[in-house]
């Protein structure tokens, strides 16, 4: 069909209406590419913004665990100073373990699954019955005394490697204990299922020996235990290990002796 119109002919198929109708269908399609265009960098920015957002949170969180690092090592150069006292000063040293049980720490669990292994020594222990509740109690026959305490966690097992020295023209003596770790709450159970003694025999007992202890703070620098009733303050504290092998060579110790006899 076609429209005379001022007597030129025009097709219907380009009406005013389907004109109109082309152009506006043009007209959304633009107007539809400018919004996808500008929703872009809007996303862009919203994914800039929480990236740095995360940065920021993650700076703060380093700051914050350099501050507690900074004021834990204060704290643990305290206590080794002094434990290295000639007079021993038990009011010092429980106000310094005070302070640090006021520094945010994780939960000891955390240490004793530890897929790496924390090494210790320890700095101080209350007595000898503190040393007797983890270790063998073997430093308390005539003529020996202990020169040494290691404690190894890793992967809830525990290793605790004891340097007994003997009065005399002896070697010294490295008992081997260990076993498995349980947390629950701030206890922490050595369930001990073998020791070794300083000749390389295992002594085989009728039952494993289960070792309690309250965990006053843990961190991977420092451990203290109280090894009698909870808050009694019968304290042993252990401080990172850097060189167990070293330490053990200088005691003519361990797989690599300082003297081959």
Known sequence: ???TTGGNPISSTNSPTKLFASRRGKLSKELA???SSETIPTKAVVAASASSSRREKSKERQRQSAAVFKQEKLIIDSILEIVAAPKRDLPSLNAAVSSLTTLPSNPFKVLTSSSSPLIYTVAFAYDDTSLSHVGTGLHNVPL????AMYLTLKANTVTIQEVIRIIGPFPNVLNTLSGRTTVEGDDVMFT???V??????ELVGEEDRIVTCNIVYGSENVVVMDTGEKGEGK???????EDLDGQLYEKNLGEEKKNKI
């Open 1 to 3: 069909m076609r429209i």
């Open 33 to 35: 590419d400018i919004t």
């Open 144 to 147: 020996a005394r202990l020169d």
């Open 192 to 194: 001990i299922n073998s």
């Open 196 to 201: 070794i003694d300083g000749t390389g025999k």
């Open 235 to 241: 304290y042993l504290i252990f401080v990172k290990e």
